[in-house]
Nanobody, 115 residues
């Protein structure tokens, strides 16, 4: 079992920055990808960024050049650095781990970008 706890969300003005953190506990040895998803009100959940065990990263087109995903293995933590935030980035951001046998989700953290 893996437990994921996100933090770092909040209210920020357009153009501002936030850094989200996702701390994992439990057995993560079989996890091979770590992602951030987001879901805005009335919209489908979408993949924002992902990072594999090998360090390969992927980003949604809408956040390329503004968001950066990274990981600290020693701290069992994945980060999402979000810069140049826009109102359309407002959503609940959730951490997602994928292992060979199942998926794990955090509870989510709210990010609100004001105009």
């Amino acid at each position: 079992q893996v437990q994921l706890v996100e933090s770092g969300g909040g209210l920020v003005q357009t153009g501002g920055s936030l850094r989200l953190s996702c701390v994992a506990s439990g057995s993560t040895f079989s996890v091979y990808s770590r992602d951030w998803y987001r879901q805005a009100p009335g919209k489908r959940r979408e993949l924002v960024a992902g990072i594999t065990n090998g360090g390969t990263t992927t980003y949604a087109d809408s956040v390329k050049g503004r968001f950066t995903i990274s990981r600290d293995n020693a701290k069992n933590t994945v980060y999402l650095q979000m810069n140049s935030l826009k109102p359309e980035d407002t959503a609940v951001y959730s951490c997602h781990y994928r292992s060979s046998s199942r998926e794990y989700w955090g509870q989510g953290t709210q990010v609100t970008v004001s105009t």
